[in-house]
Each structure stands twice: as structure tokens, then as C-alpha cells.
């Protein structure tokens, strides 16, 4: 069975500084991996997404992931932080054309000015 | 442009009384899902569906029923609503890869 943990219910740095946002899992299975993001009073919107292939993954705004089969880790990062990072972020897992998504309970990232 | 509805978008009732809130997206996927997020708890399953007639419980299904009649809707039906049933819910269509595609989200208050 998949699951997926993120580690920090809330994550605050300050503008300018590094975003990370950890994201492990388990899956019997290679799997795909998801990082959405949720702007206040938002539906979720997909910010990058690992299948196959290359294991950095660039998405929106600046980010990127990295998928580290051995350390079973997808963990989101961004160099410089912006204030319009606020918001709500999710890490999930599926079995590769299950359809399913397992969800991360959700990492809020606070910007300090 | 490709996307995902639902309506209404904010909704506040009384408990017993029947609701529904629609859900229709316009990319043809066959897979859909509702979702119910409350703080602490992440997103939760509620039902999801295959294809058209081709529906299943998900995680938290007690107290909804959803109908699947043509592919691009989805609507979720809560026939007796009950105040824990206030959340914020949320409708997903699957595409490629797994990709889900969310609706903008109905914030349902039953009092």
C-alpha cells in the first residue's frame, strides 16, 4: 500500500531564503509523485509531477522536486522565497495508472517580509 | 479552456434538507472524484468514479451519494445533510499520468 508523509503541518522562512518542503513515501511500486499547491479560498493546482525519466522535476513558479528512489523522498524546494508562496502545499503517490492519488496531510509555507 | 466546475460555490443550510452540488469537466475523462477537506486532515475521499454508471465508495462515504449518467458530470447528492458534514469539497477529474484537474472548491456550512 502507498502512503505518504510530509514532514511539518507549517513551514515559515523568510522572503529571499531557501523553500524546502518535505515530501516521503512508501509504494511497493515505482510510482508517480505529485506536488500541488493551494492559494487561500483556491481549488489545488499542479505544480509538478514526476512519472518517469529524469529525476529533477521543474514545475511552476520556480520550483522543482527531486525523486530520490533510496531515501524514498520527493521533496519541493525553491531557491527564493516570494511573498506569493503563501499557501498551502501537497505531496502525493500513485500506482502508475491506478487513477488513485494518496495524499500528504498538506504543508502550510509562511513568508516572512 | 480546459477545467473543472462546480456550483455553487459557497452554499449554507439547514440540517435534513436535501442538497446537490454539480460537478462537470470538459477534458473527457473517464476517472472523477469528490474530496472533502477539513483543517488537520488533508483531502479525503468521498466517491469516485470509473466511468459513466461505474461509481465507488472512497474513504468517507457515509452520509453522500454521488451519480455518474454522463462522463462529463459528477454530481454529489447529500440527501440528509448533517452538521459535521460542513466542509469544503472538492471535485477532481483524473487525465493523463494520473494527473488530477480540481474544481474551485464549494465551501457547504450546514447549520
Known amino acids: 500500500a502507498q502512503s505518504v508523509t510530509q514532514l511539518g503541518s507549517h513551514v515559515s522562512v523568510s522572503e529571499g531564503a531557501l523553500v524546502l518542503l518535505r515530501c516521503n513515501y512508501s509504494?511497493?511500486?515505482?510510482?508517480?509523485l505529485f506536488w500541488y499547491v493551494q492559494y487561500p479560498n483556491q481549488g489545488l493546482q499542479l505544480l509538478l509531477k514526476?512519472?518517469?525519466?529524469a529525476t529533477l522535476v521543474k514545475g511552476i513558479n520556480g520550483f522543482e522536486a527531486e525523486f530520490k528512489k533510496s531515501e524514498t523522498s520527493f521533496h519541493l524546494t525553491k531557491p527564493s522565497a516570494h511573498m506569493s508562496d503563501a499557501a498551502e502545499y501537497f505531496c502525493?503517490?500513485?500506482?502508475?495508472?491506478?487513477?488513485?492519488?494518496?495524499w500528504g496531510a498538506g504543508t502550510k509555507l509562511i513568508i516572512k517580509p | 479552456e480546459a477545467q473543472v466546475t462546480q456550483n455553487p460555490r459557497y452554499l449554507i443550510t439547514v440540517t435534513g434538507k436535501k442538497l446537490t452540488v454539480t460537478c462537470s469537466q470538459n477534458?473527457?475523462?473517464?476517472?472523477m472524484s469528490w474530496y472533502r477537506q477539513d483543517p488537520g486532515l488533508g483531502l479525503r475521499q468521498i466517491y469516485y468514479?470509473?466511468?459513466?454508471?461505474?461509481?465507488d465508495k472512497g474513504d468517507v462515504p457515509e452520509g453522500y451519494k454521488v451519480s455518474r449518467k454522463e462522463k462529463r458530470n459528477f454530481p454529489l447528492i447529500l440527501e440528509s445533510p448533517s452538521p459535521n458534514q460542513t466542509s469544503l469539497y472538492f471535485c477532481?477529474?483524473?487525465?493523463?499520468?494520473?494527473?488530477?484537474?480540481f474544481g474551485p472548491g464549494t465551501r457547504l456550512t450546514v447549520l
Open positions: 477532481a477529474s483524473t487525465g493523463t499520468s494520473d494527473t488530477q484537474y
Open positions: 477534458m473527457n475523462h473517464e476517472y
Open positions: 468514479s470509473m466511468n459513466v454508471e461505474v461509481t
Open positions: 509504494s511497493s511500486v515505482p510510482p508517480y
Open positions: 514526476y512519472t518517469t525519466g
Open positions: 502525493a503517490v500513485s500506482v502508475p495508472l491506478d487513477y488513485q492519488l494518496i
